[in-house]
């Protein structure tokens, strides 16, 4: 049992590790999606959450089920052959767009906050990710059962402090339509989900048993919704949030001067799960190709596109993506789990 329990807990780590990114840990993600709808939002945070613990839970045991090794086979199965090539090929660019967006981030933060070149930033990560990598899956579980309890135990701890002494402002100079209110949780567990897809399939077939597959995709959806309404309720008390391109660290800043490096630390980690997911996905996907090779090449391809701005790119791609991703949700809400075969 405690076994099992430790394998589920690996799996919600990666989860979570995979879903948080950089703009998770500055707070513009979460205020997009949920805090400038203000009390609405709350409601809307607690829909993502259920999305994620039982979409969660089904993609994995349809995964399980279709023995799939990549995301390419569930897409397969999800949208049809035919359409899965397109489905397929749209997401790999937009895997491979965002591991890029998260390293750029990486070496801002290195530019930005230790004074260093932003080139020996990113240089830096993919050393540190090709060493992960080098473990597989063990490396993957390692860093994300490492860093994902710190993301939660910093998000609990601004929340405490604000509670103990804060009030709750509400954000400031926005009125959202009822219409995005609406749609926004939808969106932002879809876009979530189809992004944690190519980590949580191959992950969920090498599970030891469904009923691990299960217990850990319901904890990282109870997580998930965890920091998601601890980081609204944080973001909500701030008055004026709405002005500033990072706010938690405005927050952070303000309230927990002492607490400043170790949230960079917690927004590097951040930044860091979400890029060895994206090459985790990545590699299963094309795995017939040799491990090290592959990873050389990737790593040359990222490092490449976060040198260039590529905004026109992305703008095109996201709405794309976010498109696909709303009809991913539809799929997993009505496509049978298929019988495995034994």
């Known amino acids: 049992m405690i076994k099992r329990w430790l394998a589920a807990w690996q799996i919600a780590a990666v989860y979570v590790g995979t879903v948080v990114g950089a703009g998770f840990a500055t707070g513009k993600e979460i205020i997009a999606f949920f805090t400038q709808y203000g009390k609405i939002g709350t409601m809307g945070v607690l829909i993502s959450g259920w999305l994620f613990a039982w ?3 089904r993609m994995m045991m349809m995964a399980r089920a279709l023995r799939a090794s990549s995301y390419k086979q569930l897409n397969d199965y999800l949208f049809g052959k035919t359409a899965s090539t397109f489905v397929t090929f749209i997401m790999t660019i937009m895997i491979v767009g965002v591991t890029s967006v998260m390293l750029s981030g990486a070496g801002a933060l290195f530019e930005e906050q230790l004074g260093l070149p932003k080139p020996l930033g990113m240089l830096a990560t993919i050393v540190l990710v090709f060493a992960v990598m080098l473990y597989d899956a063990k490396g993957l ?3 994300n059962v490492f860093v994902v309890p710190m993301m939660i135990l910093f998000s609990f701890v601004l929340l405490g402090k604000l509670l103990l002494g804060g009030e709750w402002c509400g954000p400031s100079s926005s009125s959202p339509s009822s219409w995005s209110a609406f749609f926004s949780p939808l969106s932002y567990a879809a876009f979530n989900l189809a992004m944690a897809q190519p980590v949580l399939v191959p992950l969920a ?4 048993d469904d009923r ?7 904890l990282g959806g109870i997580l ?3 920091i998601l309404l601890s980081s609204h309720f944080v973001l909500l008390s701030f008055p004026h949030v709405l002005r500033y391109e990072i706010p938690m660290a405005e927050i952070v800043r303000t309230f927990f001067t002492y607490f400043y490096w170790l949230y960079l630390f917690i927004i590097y980690g951040e930044i ?3 890029i060895i997911g994206g090459v985790f996905g990545l590699q299963r ?3 017939a190709f040799s491990s090290t090779l ?3 090449i990737l790593f040359l391809i990222l490092y490449t596109i976060s040198s260039f701005r590529y905004g026109s790119l992305l703008s095109f791609l996201y709405p794309l993506f976010g498109y696909i991703s709303l009809l991913f949700l539809v799929l997993l809400l009505f496509r049978k789990i298929p019988q495995t075969s034994k």
């Open 205 to 208: 077939s090498e599970a030891e």
């Open 285 to 287: 996907q094309f795995q």
């Open 294 to 296: 592959f990873l050389a």
């Open 55 to 57: 979409l969660g839970m």
């Open 212 to 218: 691990v597959v299960k217990w850990g995709a319901l």
């Open 141 to 143: 579980f390692a860093v």
């Open 224 to 226: 998930l919704t965890s």
């Open 272 to 274: 860091f799960t979400s």
